[in-house]
């Protein structure tokens, strides 16, 4: 066991939340209405800035891979940032793949303010007050928690939880959850929607059968059949064992090569080793010369304060056309204040101030969002 903050997910890890998610090359619409790809992903950077994924969007297996890799880095920092108890590292890699599938806020609760310190702080969740005070029973009770989509308990969903029940405890997950036994696990209604479901401790009592019965056999295509030897034509009686294959020392393999981590994008790189992460840290706590600085401080807040200013500017001036100018054209053309010089002016010169303020705003927007996409691009800060 170790502290969160000093451990990553482990290989077999990640390639349980590889498994669990499935890879699609092209985009789709998951449980939440949110478009994903790949590996369930919702974000790229190809453009050299953290972008959602669009309806029509595709990915290969290479890039996906590439991509998961990164994103999982993202989100097991709130595991580090949430949970103070040790943990086992099936456990670390179980709350990993919550923060992945439902973001770090699962573990890290929204935003309150400090009464000490006047600043922000995060309120916590059920399960990390659960896990670091060290209750079991209600950790695997808030691990099946999520089980719910749109308002309905989902089959997938349900399986998904159970297997990170199983995984927390160490216990086998594929074969229970997602093989041929798990058919009987659940009971659907017309709509797919569970109508009943084999409780988790049925569920862990099958794991932990599965699991004396011995080691799973290996794919076909990795096993190896050693040629077999002429049987002696008197043979000597030898005991059978069962387990005597178990006890056998495998006939040893290359390790595998480590697999090089996936390339990071501009906008990831160069993290300062003092940043502070704005998850941990209450706002007027935060230091500049630790390498962190508030939001609204970045070229990324002020990209989108002027986005949002030209959007209003835009809507305040289309409506007074609508009211005041348009109006006055009428009312001017189809009456004798046509022939009024003064009249004529003084509508002309609003017209021509309501271009050029329309002008204006459009240049605020295209202006904010260069700026926005320029403080994406070059942040360099988990802060950001």
Request: glycine share 8%; proline share 8%.
């Amino acid at each position: 066991m170790a502290k969160p903050n000093e451990m990553t997910t482990s290989p077999a890890g990640r390639e349980a939340g590889r498994f669990r998610e499935g890879f699609r090359s092209k985009a789709y619409q998951c449980t939440a209405g949110r478009w994903t790809f790949g590996f369930g992903s919702c974000f790229h950077y190809r453009n050299g800035f953290r972008e959602a994924v669009k309806e029509y969007d595709t990915i290969d297996r290479a890039e996906s891979a590439e991509l998961f890799d990164l994103l999982w880095n993202e989100h097991e920092v709130g595991v580090g940032l949430a949970i103070t108890a040790d943990l086992t590292q099936p456990q670390f890699d179980t709350l990993a793949d919550m923060c992945y599938n439902l973001g770090r806020d699962v573990l890290l609760g929204g935003w309150e303010t400090d009464p000490a310190t006047g600043g922000k702080r995060r309120k916590g969740t059920g399960i990390q007050r659960a896990v670091n005070s060290g209750a079991i029973e209600r950790v695997e009770s808030e691990l099946m928690r999520w089980i719910y989509s749109g308002g309905r308990r989902d089959d997938g969903l349900y399986s998904r939880c159970a297997s990170r029940v199983l995984q927390w405890n160490s216990l086998p997950f594929k074969e229970v959850c997602y093989g041929p036994g798990a058919a009987d696990l659940l009971v659907l209604n017309p709509d797919n929607s569970i109508k009943s479901a084999v409780p988790i401790q049925i569920i862990k009592a099958r794991a932990r059968a599965f699991q004396s019965a011995g080691p799973i056999a290996a794919p076909a295509e990795s096993v190896r059949v050693p040629a077999t030897p002429p049987a002696p034509s008197n043979p000597a009686p030898v005991a059978s064992k069962p387990d005597e294959k178990r006890d056998t020392p495998a006939a040893a393999t290359p390790a595998p090569a480590a697999k090089q981590k996936p390339p990071v994008p501009k906008a990831l790189k160069e993290y300062s080793a003092k940043t502070v992460d704005i998850n941990h840290v209450p706002l007027p706590n935060v230091k500049p010369e630790n390498g962190a600085k508030p939001f609204y401080e970045s070229e990324r807040f002020w990209g989108m304060f002027w986005v949002a200013s030209g959007n209003i500017l835009q809507q305040l001036i289309r409506r007074g056309a609508l009211v005041g100018l348009a109006p006055s054209w009428v009312l001017l053309l189809a009456t004798d204040a046509a022939k009024d010089p003064t009249a004529i002016a003084v509508v002309s010169t609003l017209t021509v101030a309501a271009v050029g303020a329309l002008g204006a705003s459009i240049v605020m927007v295209r202006a904010g969002i260069t700026k926005k996409r320029k403080g994406d691009a070059t942040a360099t800060q988990t802060l950001y």
